[in-house]
Structures are given as structure tokens and as C-alpha cells.
């Protein structure tokens, strides 16, 4: 008897990974198909070959026949010829757009966090419908006010300030992406800051550490976790983004990475750079996931201590 | 104390309502300007419903290409819905529950479509439909497959996140009083995942119904043109007032599913005793703890 319930135990053990396995299935399969092999698909254009008479891009499916010229060409033009400066943009832009939403962005996730007081759900609301409004919408928004007869153009102009905001301006283009992208991350930090144990905070100042001694010394290395996966993860989009600079500037002056792979792979003939270009953007940005991936694993675990 | 922490906070105060000004004031005059009596987005001519329903050819409720744009976006939405709803439920439950390596790979697999940039998906998906599973034509059904990989990934995360939160004592319990595992699945766990599937859902839907890039990538000219697409060709075109109408109608179509979502998980909340309430309800549909 105590045998059979034995097995009869071990049975359902056993039985029970190979049922959660299967609920795992269909979607692993699934990403698998339309994630995963897409990636393949992505190098074996981006290393194929050019059909000779069509021009068009011949995917080589076989790694072993993997050709590297035109990827040559394309990392040689990233680094040192006409792509350098798409590049190099990409970046300023997304540097600049970075450190302004965090300049916005954490004092108003430290303020819901620690001071809202009885307004916090209204502020919450507040701060969270622009998250759930459409980003065309908001973009749309904008155009409207900046175009040259546009309300906030012609309130500037009052001031002497005649400025041709929708025509191939940076500035337009870094602050338009600060405002598509701030809802983002304002979000996750105040998240990050409201889980904080501010008791902490609150010993430090106790034991003589002047506001700011207490922000650097013990909030900011509390949060910095947290700070940096929110960062992260409006830096990948914004790293990709392309309908921001085409909405606000639609000029070459102002392109981005995003534009060249949209214009490549939606505008041309040449597929096969378009490709190589998401190669590179993707290599680049695996450095910020694997680091995101990594941090949040920490946090995870650091919360269910 | 109280007195310091309430004057350290004014500035923040001011910042944070500049920045509630800042980011909501703009829309809400794209939204007057869909009032217009006249052609322009930017002078204010009087107001009218011409945009909107009274102009038979030019209003968004009258206009054909308007009409297409709204049915295809509906569509797309709810087929998404259907299909990654199921797939993800079972995704989260099975990624939180095996063991061993093939778990990480699992958990790696669901977690990096959240992180990649929709171009990079967009872009992949479209030289896949298009050399190598050619027999998936551009179109309704690409940006189907498209939205669901997408919206598959926030699904699992909003259900994991529940299911961590219930445990496993429920189902235990359920098995020790003699019911099969199936059973306990069936009428214990599954029934506690409601408010995690109430907010997938509206959180997938406001995704595609909002979502550009990928739809775009994706799309084979007008057939599957859906409402975002459209306004995208024509933000920098001399487009009348009825832009901003369709845009307005499309963030009132997204806060209406929020607002029905939001109430429904909170009265959930209220009838199961579960604490929270609207705070909760919010944390639910804006992945804050994700």
C-alpha cells in the first residue's frame, strides 16, 4: 500500500512539469516562429547577395554562404563615411532627450512618491493620461502649435522669436522625442522611488546629513537600480524611433538611425542595407538589454528577500 | 516635520503641475481645433460638427477611407486580442512554473519583445513575410502575427505578476480536498486571474489600436490601412480639422476601453475583498511593477 501511494505521488511529480511544459508550448513556439527566426532571417539578407540584374536582395540562408561585403561597406560608412553622422546624431539626440526627461521626470516621480500628500491619486491620473494618449496624437498636437501660423509660433513671435520650428530644427526633434517618451519613464520611477524604504533617508538626516549628503549618499545608491532600468527603457525606443523626426522635421539634416532602416527597407531597393543597419542597431542596443535584463533580475530578487 | 517636508515640496509642486500643463494642454487643443468651423488646424474659425459628422464627404463619420481606416483597426484589434489573450495566459503560467534551464530560456524568450524597439521587430517581421514565409501575405493577416508577437510578451508579464502574487497554497488546498490538478487549475487559479486577464486585455488593446510602427511595416496599401496609418500620411499634409477629429476619436476609444477596465477591475477588487481599489486597478493597466 505505502508503495503504491509512493508511486502514485512520484507519478504526479513527475507528470506535473511535462502539463506546465505544455502550457509553455504553443507560445514558445510561437515566439520562436515570429521572434527568433525573423532574426535569422534579418542576417541571412543582411550577409546574402545582390540579384545582378534586379538589384534585389537575394537572402543567402546558409550561414557557411554568408557574404560580408556590403556589410563591410555598410560598418566602414557607420564609422568613417556618410552614415557616420546619422549615427553620431542618433546619439546626441538621444543623450540630450535622456538627461532632459530625467531632469523633468525625477522630480516629479520623487515629489508623487514623498510629498503628493491627499492630491497623490488625482496627480497619479494626471501624470498617467498622457502615458494612454495616443503618441501620434500628442506629436499631431504639436505640429499644429508649431507650424507657422500655429498658436505657439505665433505667441513667440510676440517676444521677437521668429523660428521655423518644424523645418529641420534639432532642437524640435530632441524635445519632441523628451515629450513622446518622459510618460515612460516617469512612471517607472515612481515606482522605483514609492517601494524605496525612506526610513533610511530619514535615519541619515537624523544622524546629521545635510538634504543633499542624504540624496547622494543614500537615496540616490538605493534607487539606482531602479533609475537605470527606467532609463534603459526609454533609451531603446528612442534609439529606434524614426516617426518623431518624421512627423517634426522631415528633414535629412535631422535623420536618425530609425529613418535610414525606414527608408532602406520601405522606400528603396536596397533591402539588404536595411537589414544590415537593424543588425547594427540591434548589436548595439543588446549592450542596454543584457544590462536591463540583468538589473531587474537583481531587483526581483532583492525584493522577494 | 511635517511643516519641512511640506516646504521642501512646493517648487517639486510647481514642477509637477507645469508638467501636467505641458504635456496635456497641447492635446486638448488638438482636440478644440477638431471643433473648427473652418479648414485650418490653427485658426480658430468658430465652432462646428462639419469634421466630425455634418460634412458628407470630409466628416470622419461620412468619409469612406476614414470609415476603412476605423473598420480595419477595430478588427485588427479584437483578432489580436482573441488570439494572444489564450496564448499568453498559458505562456505565463507555464514560463512561472517549469524548472531548469529550458525555464531561462523561456523567461529570456517572453521578456525580450518588451525591450526591442518596434522598428527592429517591424523590420525583421517584414523581410521574414517577405522572403521567407512568403506564403503570409503583407496585410491583415502579417499585422495580425505582427501585434500578437508584440502584444504577447505584456500579457505574460501582467499575468506573471499575479500569479507570483497568488502563490501556490490555493491550488494545493484545492488538491489536498481531492481535486485533480487539472481541476484546481480550472476552478481555483483560473478564476483568481481575472483581474490580470481584465487588464491584459485592455492594455493590448489600447497597444494595437495605437500602434504604428509595426501595423505599418506590415500594411499592403489601403486595404489595411488602420487609423493610425492614417493619420501618420497626413500630419504634415494640408490636412483639415478632421485629422484632428480621427486622432481625438481614437484617444477617446482608448480611454473609453481604460475607463470601462479600470471600473470593472476595481468593483472585482471590491466584491473579492481585495484591497487597493482605483490605485491598484492603475498599477494593474500601467505595468508600474513590471
Known sequence: MDTLYRGLTQANLKSSPRLWAGFAIPGTVWLTVLFVIPFYAVACVAFGT?????????PQWSPLSWDFVQAKQIFTSLATGPLRGVAIRTVIYVVCAMTLCFIIGFPIAYFLARHAGKHKLLLLVLIIVPFWVNYLMRMLAWVNLLSVDG???????????????????????TLGLVYGYIPFLILPLYATLERLDWRLV?????????PRQAFRLVTLPMSKAGLVAAGILIALPMFGDYYTNDLLSRSPSTEMIGNQIDFFLNASTQPQNGALLVLALSLFLLLFMSFYLRSTRQQSRQVTR | MSNTTKRRGSPLAFVIWGYIIWSLVPVIIAVVYSFNDGRSRTVWQGFSLRWWITDPYASIFRNDETQNAISNSLVLAFTTLVVVTPLGIALA??????RGRSANFVQGLTSAPLITPEIVVGAALLLTFTRLFTAVPLGFVAQLLGNVTFALASVVVIVRARLVSIGASFEEAARDLGATRWQALRFVL???????????????????????????????????????LRIYSSVRGGATPALNALA????????????????????????????????????DVTRMDS
Open chain 1, 151 to 173: 498658436l505657439f509660433t505665433r505667441f513667440m513671435r510676440n517676444f521677437g522669436i521668429n523660428y521655423n520650428w518644424l523645418d529641420g530644427s534639432p532642437i524640435t526633434v
Open chain 2, 248 to 283: 481625438t476619436l481614437l484617444v477617446l476609444t482608448s480611454f473609453t476601453v481604460l475607463i470601462i477596465g479600470l471600473f470593472g477591475l476595481s468593483t472585482w477588487r471590491k466584491r473579492q475583498g481585495e484591497r487597493g481599489g482605483l490605485r491598484a486597478a492603475l498599477a
Open chain 2, 190 to 228: 483560473l478564476p483568481m486571474l481575472w483581474p490580470s486577464v481584465m487588464a491584459s486585455l485592455v492594455v493590448v488593446f489600447a497597444t494595437v489600436i495605437d500602434d504604428f510602427v509595426i501595423t505599418s511595416f506590415l500594411s499592403a496599401g489601403v486595404g489595411s490601412e488602420t487609423v493610425p
Open chain 1, 202 to 210: 530619514d535615519a541619515a538626516r537624523d544622524l546629521g546629513a545635510k
Open chain 1, 50 to 58: 545582390i540579384d545582378p540584374i534586379f538589384r534585389d536582395a537575394v
Open chain 2, 93 to 98: 503560467i507555464g514560463s512561472q512554473r517549469i
